[in-house]
């Protein structure tokens, strides 16, 4: 049981606002009570002594910051040059006498609730001060209970289950062998075939969880920046360059994953530099004279053919010889047999999230499963959270994006009973087409009035007789 004299004087100075000589609050931040109770705090907490020098980081502020090594006993320009935090309006804010502001991420643009307030030292006019960095996901959590949990690390590989078919899943346990062995990933696939998700993936599954996964789109940084951004700048580098410099979104993926999306955007002109930092891992800043050896994993990903890029000159071959240790092509969602799948996990996930059953009717579905989603399974994603919205617990085709055509839209529901051989027999025109053409049609119409009356591939087949990977190229060619 802990008594009155096991209470660090910490607390008491806080609460009491009371004025500690420097070495009685140093005592205190170094005490083993105060690091424990300051640890255990899930928003972030820094304080920095009257010389600006940051005297104490807890975990959370360690974490957020994205640290490669501990910061204490730094001077607080340091720490802000090499952290995640922008704080440079905070303090401009700050020193005109306003407590609270925001602080933003560099990296994610994440924004943090942030409040300041002094310990004053006894006999002085200066302080200690204090900075509270409060995470708003936590207070999200917080008010979401446990219907608004975060995914833990079953959820994740739960999901990873169903978004990766049992072919590409060989692929992926793969490539994460590959990613702990420290080999250069590339993911190849159209845009919105999961290909982030993939590499957050490999990411955790690699056993770097915990550490930074600093996601770069390639393709959303002007040309005129892409350096300085991506290696970073010292102080004075240009004009408009911030006074503490800047750290490089490599720099910040330091001990982590840095994933280069959109690898073919890279400008030409940056490539060389690239190449270099995968050769020997050095990164120069804009500005330095100096090369700073960088530990980071490498995942990167792209939509275009990189190979045809290098015969036009628009990529450098031996970066791309760099790049590729362990390519994976991701399929197309409406080349994967387990579209269904995805499908449901998508509508039980928004079932979670609004509290209350989210279901499809049958002719709703058949629609869904017929729809060749160009934009695979982010477009997939986008209309189950429109019908969210719309629908109250059964979604019918009327509850379906405009985009969908009419139609698609004039399917009904029909019973579910077994259909007789003359409901399922289609007409097939004679004049002018030859057998195979016939016999083409004639397994058309039998196919999507199955996958119409069924809702799924995986019935379809059991129904037909055959096996899904049949109705899944059967499909295919006739959308073709």
Known sequence: MMTPGDIPQF??????????????????FRSAQFRAFANLLPDGLMIVDPDDVVVFL????????RLASPFESQALSTFLRFSDFDMDDFLASAERGHAQGLVRAKISGKVYQASRRVLVVAGSASGFTVYFLRDPENQDRAKRGVAGRSISAGDQKESARLLFPDGL?????QAVRAYARNFRILLLG?????????????HLTGGERGRPFVHVNCGSIPETLFESEMFGYERGAFTGALQAGKRGYIESAAGGTLFLDEIGEIPLSSQPKLLKFLEDGTIQPVGSSVSKKIETRVITATNRDLTEMTR?????RDLLYRLSTFPVEIPLLRNRPDKAEILDMMLERASQERGAPLKLSAACRAILMRHPFPGNLREMKSVVDYVDI???DVAMPEHLPPSF????????????????PESTMPEIELGGRTLKDMARAFEERIINEALDRLGSKRAAAKELGVDIATIVRKTNRASD
């Open 11 to 28: 607390y008491l100075g806080v609460r009491g606002a009371e004025a500690l000589s420097r070495e009685a609050w140093e005592q205190n």
């Open 312 to 316: 036009q000159g628009g990529f450098r």
């Open 405 to 420: 055509s009419r139609v698609q839209n004039t399917i009904t529901e029909q019973p579910q009973t077994a259909a007789t």
């Open 169 to 173: 899943k060989t692929q992926i346990d």
């Open 190 to 202: 159209e845009s919105g075939v999961g290909k982030t998700a993939i590499a957050r993936h490999i």
């Open 390 to 392: 719309v629908a109250a």
């Open 58 to 65: 807890n975990t959370a502020a360690e974490r957020s910051a």
